[in-house]
């Protein structure tokens, strides 16, 4: 039986490469304890943000240690840190049902420039873990075919009038399901909806091991092990980077962290590139150039950049006085979407 509370500290780290957003994983260490295994066999999936247990003794701030944790296994230098959400839901970390102390961990979001890793992290796709949420070609297929209508049978299923309404709304909300506008920034509250409705590998893993150890929740159904949406992650990785991209996204439009992920000069091309990577749509050219220039963000360095098959692109730097001249310095307009 579970006794005490473990505090942890988990960041998922964030850069851009080319068009697209990374975050850095490392190998989850959780092993099903040998009374509860099948056979010879292993989680699934063992990506994991970087996360170790908060000692008190040896840092005086949460900050500090999160720092610590994740320079140790990445390798990185930190520059930009914030603290996203704390993390607490029953069960959230596999080591509890099998005895372990209850685990509540705080999250934070890094923001760096890409950069080679050391100690056997690496960088993934951040839209493999949600296909869905990248709209920058097209409306994603998946959405379609596979998310859709899987809601709308979890929607039918329900046998309570008001339960199923309920449904029914939030699942029109979080995916725009009755034509609606897409809202890019619903990120997390569409991942809980899916794993709520048992369409992640997520909410079969933790339904399957809190049978083995003999803590299901009540009331819980069986679940049938569902299609692969996006690439899963230990614990409740996806779900604190559910919550990064949700911050992100909201972010873009009133605080200029944009900059973090560039290099002091760059190229207002290399700009939009990262601002779509980031928020999941494409960009009006002329009209964020405009943004950009105009809403006195950047600035000219009075240089050129040499482009292979093309002439040379003026670069840019980012205008740090911009942050003291008025309270909205985001780098999409307060609409966009």
């Not at 989680?43 to 500090?64: C, I, M, S, V, Y």
């Not at 920034?185 to 809980?192: C, D, K, N, P």
């Amino acid at each position: 039986m579970a006794y005490g509370t473990q505090l942890g500290l988990t960041v998922a780290i964030v850069a851009v490469a080319g068009t697209s957003p990374r975050v850095v994983v490392v190998r989850s260490g959780f092993e099903i304890p040998e009374p509860f295994r099948r056979g010879d066999e292993t989680p699934p999936h063992r990506d994991a943000l970087p996360g170790a247990p908060f000692d008190p003794n040896r840092f005086r701030t949460l900050q500090d240690g999160v720092r610590a944790v994740a320079e140790g296994l990445s390798g990185l230098s930190l520059r930009y840190v914030e603290q996203l959400y704390t993390f607490g839901d029953r069960h959230r970390d596999p080591h509890e049902l099998f005895g372990g102390a209850r685990s509540v961990v705080v999250g934070y979001l890094a923001l760096v420039r890409e950069a080679a890793l050391g100690g056997g992290a690496e960088w993934r796709d951040l839209y493999d873990c949600f296909p869905w949420e990248d709209w920058r070609e097209e409306r994603p297929a998946i959405l379609d075919s596979v998310i859709r209508p899987a809601l709308e049978r979890w929607i039918a299923v329900e046998t309570d009038e008001r339960a199923r309404a309920r449904r029914k709304e939030r699942a029109h909300l979080a995916f725009a399901m009755d034509g609606a506008e897409w809202d890019g920034e619903r990120v997390l509250e569409r991942y809980e909806l899916l794993y709520e409705a048992g369409l992640l590998v997520e909410s079969f893993r933790d339904r399957d091991l809190q049978r083995r150890a003999g803590v299901e929740e009540p009331g819980a159904g069986r679940l049938d092990m569902p299609r692969a949406l996006g690439r899963p992650m230990a614990r409740d990785g996806r779900r604190i980077l559910a919550a990064t991209l949700e911050r992100l996204r909201g972010k873009l439009k009133y605080r200029p962290i944009v900059f973090e992920l560039l290099p002091p000069t760059f190229t207002l091309h290399r700009l939009q590139q990262v601002v779509e990577a980031l928020s999941g749509n494409r960009l009006h050219k002329q009209n964020f150039r405009r943004l950009m220039i105009a809403g006195g963000l950047v600035e000219p360095t009075g240089q050129l950049q040499s482009q292979t098959g093309g002439r040379p692109a003026e670069l840019y730097r980012f205008r740090r006085e911009a942050m003291l001249e008025r309270t909205s310095t985001g780098a999409l307009p307060p609409d966009a979407h």
